[in-house]
């Protein structure tokens, strides 16, 4: 398929939740020796394409749990070409998604960019508390904690953490870094974070500042 079509079948594919084939749109597209970023990008314009229908009421919850998957599917295909060896030697970051929030899109595409880099991640999923945030960090003792939050309700829990990590003296190892969509570099100054950012390429520099490498 022509390079153009095809992009434009992969971002209709995520949109309208079409996982029977968004697999063989990728793998296609890969073979045809597209770039994975450019596959990748398609399929994150499908999921802005969804979130927009479902703003403006054309689009239900059904839909936006089926883009969900079909983004997920494409990206089981696309992933192997876009990652990298050396995992681990610039750092350990932990990451997870806050509680009551089952978004993790965002946070996987930041995993998966840092793991390219060359971190070691450590993703411990969705709907995670302050106590499971806590137990987290003094598991694996990361360089890095990120916290993802979609949803206005749930990213206020981002601060109860970064308290409790205070208190329990886990800060001195351990930065935290903050992102998902409701949250801002404002939002992050009030609650005390060491860093925001609006997207996973944003989030892998602001990382490795906090690093410092
Ligand atoms: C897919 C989706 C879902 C899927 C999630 C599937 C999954 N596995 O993640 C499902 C269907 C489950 C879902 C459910 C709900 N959703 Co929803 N969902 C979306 C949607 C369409 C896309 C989100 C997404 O994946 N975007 C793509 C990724 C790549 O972008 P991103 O998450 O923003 O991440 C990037 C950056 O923010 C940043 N980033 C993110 N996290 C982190 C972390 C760190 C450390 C760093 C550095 C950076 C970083 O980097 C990422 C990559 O560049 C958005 C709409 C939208 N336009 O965002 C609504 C949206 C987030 N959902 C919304 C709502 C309301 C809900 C529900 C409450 C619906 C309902 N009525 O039940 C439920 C809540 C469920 C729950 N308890 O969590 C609202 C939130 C409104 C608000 N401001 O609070 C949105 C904005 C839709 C809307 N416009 O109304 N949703």
Redesign the pocket.
């Known amino acids: 398929m022509e390079n153009t079509n095809i992009f434009i079948s992969i971002t209709e594919a995520v949109r309208d939740g079409d996982s029977y084939d968004i697999a063989e749109l990728v793998q296609s597209s890969l073979d045809s020796g597209n770039d994975p970023y450019k596959v990748f990008n398609a399929m994150?314009v499908g999921?802005?394409k969804?979130?927009?229908l479902?703003?403006e009421r054309e689009f239900f919850?059904p839909d936006?749990?089926m883009?969900?998957e079909a983004?997920?599917t494409g990206m089981e295909v696309v992933e192997p070409h876009l990652a990298q060896t050396s995992i681990g030697q610039a750092g350990k970051v932990l990451?997870g998604t806050v509680a009551?929030?089952?978004?993790?899109?965002?946070?996987n595409?930041?995993g998966f960019l840092l793991k390219s880099a060359g971190f070691q991640v450590i993703d411990i999923g969705?709907d995670n508390d302050t106590d499971k945030f806590t137990r987290a960090v003094k598991e694996h003792q990361p360089d890095v904690l990120?916290?993802?939050a979609?949803?206005?309700?749930?990213m206020l829990g981002m601060e109860d953490v970064i308290k409790t990590m205070d208190k329990g003296g886990l800060r001195k190892k351990t930065k935290v870094?903050?992102?998902?969509?409701?949250v801002s570099k404002r939002f992050a100054k009030e609650i005390g974070a060491d860093a925001y950012?609006?997207?996973?390429?944003?989030?892998v520099k602001?990382?490795k500042e906090l690093i410092g490498r």
């Open positions: 994150i999921l802005e969804c979130g927009k479902f703003e919850l936006l749990i883009a969900g983004f997920t990451l009551g929030d089952v978004h993790d899109i965002g946070k595409l930041v969705t990120g916290m993802s979609l949803l206005t309700t749930t870094i903050i992102g998902g969509g409701p950012a609006s997207d996973a390429v944003e989030g602001k990382i």
